[in-house]
């Protein structure tokens, strides 16, 4: 056990206050906390603690933070990702976990955070801190987050926020908001276009350089205005004339971009080639006519703007598929959901009847389109888009436009237009009932009868009441994105995405406590 002394700062005698370091296990014995090893607990007297009081105003965020919530979980809830017998005794978990919650909350770089907080007064205060603590080196924040914090244990600390939350009144109905939004990629991805030109480009440079009587063979190249099917066919016609030339060749780089693009485009992905610098982000659409690259974060959230639920996947899934994780997810994190409300991305059989078995009332409204979409049994690879309100092929392309007509049993025929030109140059067309057929559409049919009753249901007065919460979680993406750097990827993966997501939730939720709670 240290003991520090007492000091004097000028002629004024700053009081003592203690700040008691501890790192322990939270074992429930008679209602008391105990201490399992008392050998690394430190007791400091500061002689500069008093000028927290001084200095730090009442209202300041951290200030009402560190008030309001209890961040007593974080050091028993990661015990077993330590040695607790071996090695130098790490830095104090909760510690750590607090700079994390800082670099989200303020939107800060690993240097920028340490920076800040080796001189900022209430950001040593809220991690439990003296004024004269040194600051750890920014590298350790990598190793936490890579080697200590799990899938389990993010969804046990966001399950911590919404518990404090609900101890303290601030979830008092069953209803949930579903939505999801979207972040770009760490990295500036190149479009399956630019892939594959510069992979052939490099493919004829080196058939230059060592093989130039291959070069007689070469396609007239598509001017750099073309779309990605025609490079998809001038790919192929490349490939086809010097295959013989290339199989005779023993120059190894020749063969390896051989094999790289014929790899791609016998991929049954043709449209995710994109550049490598985050192999699990995917594109996406915003609207028909724009994209992005990265992932989506779908989000549960009550109607009292607290988070219940997340899930973290690529770019390019789909937004209902998630719904019945996001309700399971909230139910294990102590919310009573009787309600859900979304867009009418969450509309389809599966989601509704999901929710009738687990007693659970869908608000969301049904656009026809989606409904016919969604509620056929669609065949693999297809998918209809809500951000561009078209139907998706496997190859990623969407559809032109859509034909509705109307069959003589009073059904809904939606026919799905898609362009011949693309069609014809896609490598997936053998396999493609789109790509075979000559009409080029893909048809789906929605039965009138079936869907009556719920089109009754979203006509009511009820339901229109219900609609009116929805904006909220609009909102929360919006607070998510625009204060706490949620429009881009800190770094690349899907793992590092699912860590920004979580505290990222778990900041907006502890500052949705300490704003109902003010202290």
């Known amino acids: 056990?240290?003991?520090?002394?007492?000091?004097?700062?000028?002629?004024?005698?700053?009081?003592?206050?203690?700040?008691?370091?501890?790192?322990?296990?939270?074992?429930?014995?008679?209602?008391?906390?105990?201490?399992?090893?008392?050998?690394?607990?430190?007791?400091?007297?500061?002689?500069?603690?008093?000028?927290?009081?001084?200095?730090?105003?009442?209202?300041?965020?951290?200030?009402?933070?560190?008030?309001?919530?209890?961040?007593?979980?974080?050091?028993?809830?990661?015990?077993?990702?330590?040695?607790?017998?071996?090695?130098?005794?790490?830095?104090?978990?909760?510690?750590?976990?607090?700079?994390?919650?800082?670099?989200?909350?303020?939107?800060?770089?690993?240097?920028?955070?340490?920076?800040?907080?080796?001189?900022?007064?209430?950001?040593?205060?809220?991690?439990?801190?003296?004024?004269?603590?040194?600051?750890?080196?920014?590298?350790?924040?990598?190793?936490?987050?890579?080697?200590?914090?799990?899938?389990?244990?993010?969804?046990?600390?966001?399950?911590?926020?919404?518990?404090?939350?609900?101890?303290?009144?601030?979830?008092?109905?069953?209803?949930?908001?579903?939505?999801?939004?979207?972040?770009?990629?760490?990295?500036?991805?190149?479009?399956?276009?630019?892939?594959?030109?510069?992979?052939?480009?490099?493919?004829?440079?080196?058939?230059?350089?060592?093989?130039?009587?291959?070069?007689?063979?070469?396609?007239?190249?598509?001017?750099i205005e073309e779309e990605l099917s025609e490079e998809v066919a001038y790919a192929y016609e490349l490939l086809e004339k010097i295959q013989g030339g290339v199989e005779a060749s023993d120059n190894a780089e020749i063969r390896a971009l051989y094999n790289r693009i014929k790899e791609l485009l016998d991929s049954d992905r043709i449209r995710q080639i994109r550049s490598k610098d985050d192999e699990d982000a995917r594109f996406g659409h915003k609207t028909a006519t724009s994209t992005f690259f990265g992932y989506k974060t779908h989000i549960a959230m009550s109607d009292d703007r607290i988070i219940t639920g997340i899930e973290v996947t690529d770019g390019s899934k789909p937004d209902g598929e998630q719904l019945p994780n996001l309700l399971e997810k909230s139910k294990r994190n102590g919310v009573a959901v009787k309600e859900i409300v979304g867009d009418m991305a969450y509309v389809s059989d599966n989601n509704l009847a999901f929710c009738k078995e687990h007693n659970v009332e869908l608000y969301a409204r049904t656009n026809s389109a989606v409904a016919a979409a969604a509620n056929a049994q669609l065949e693999e690879g297809f998918s209809y888009s809500k951000d561009a309100h078209m139907m998706q092929c496997p190859a990623g392309y969407l559809a032109m436009r859509v034909e509705k007509r109307n069959a003589a049993n009073g059904n809904t025929c939606y026919n799905y237009c898609f362009s011949v030109k693309k069609c014809k140059a896609c490598p997936m067309r053998d396999n493609c009932r789109v790509g075979k057929s000559k009409s080029r559409t893909y048809s789906v049919t929605c039965a009138n009868d079936a869907h009556k009753a719920r089109l009754e249901f979203e006509s009511s007065e009820e339901f229109s009441n219900k609609m009116h919460i929805r904006h909220r979680i609009e909102e929360k993406n919006g607070e998510m994105k625009i204060a706490h750097g949620f429009r881009r990827a800190d770094s690349a993966g899907l793992v590092a995405m699912r860590l920004q997501a979580y505290f990222t939730a778990m900041v907006v939720n502890m500052k949705r406590i300490t704003a109902v709670n003010p202290g």
């Not at 790192?23 to 050998?39: A, E, P, T, V």
């Not at 005794?89 to 907080?117: G, N, Q, T, V």
């Not at 892939?195 to 598509?222: A, C, G, M, N």
């Open 1 to 223: 056990m240290k003991i520090k002394g007492t000091e004097k700062v000028g002629s004024t005698k700053v009081g003592l206050a203690f700040s008691v370091k501890k790192w322990y296990n939270r074992n429930r014995k008679g209602g008391k906390d105990m201490l399992k090893d008392n050998s690394q607990m430190v007791l400091d007297l500061s002689p500069y603690q008093g000028l927290y009081e001084v200095i730090i105003p009442r209202d300041h965020i951290l200030r009402r933070l560190k008030e309001n919530i209890d961040f007593s979980f974080v050091n028993p809830m990661m015990r077993k990702q330590y040695c607790e017998n071996f090695g130098r005794p790490a830095k104090e978990p909760e510690m750590m976990f607090k700079l994390l919650f800082l670099k989200r909350l303020y939107d800060l770089s690993d240097e920028r955070l340490i920076s800040s907080a080796q001189t900022d007064m209430a950001y040593k205060y809220f991690l439990g801190l003296s004024p004269e603590d040194k600051m750890i080196d920014p590298s350790l924040l990598t190793k936490f987050r890579k080697t200590r914090i799990t899938e389990d244990i993010l969804e046990d600390m966001l399950k911590e926020t919404i518990q404090q939350a609900i101890q303290k009144g601030l979830v008092k109905s069953g209803t949930i908001i579903v939505d999801a939004t979207h972040t770009e990629a760490a990295v500036r991805a190149k479009s399956a276009t630019q892939v594959l030109r510069e992979l052939t480009k490099q493919l004829r440079k080196e058939i230059y350089k060592h093989e130039y009587d291959l070069s007689e063979r070469f396609p007239e190249k598509p001017s």
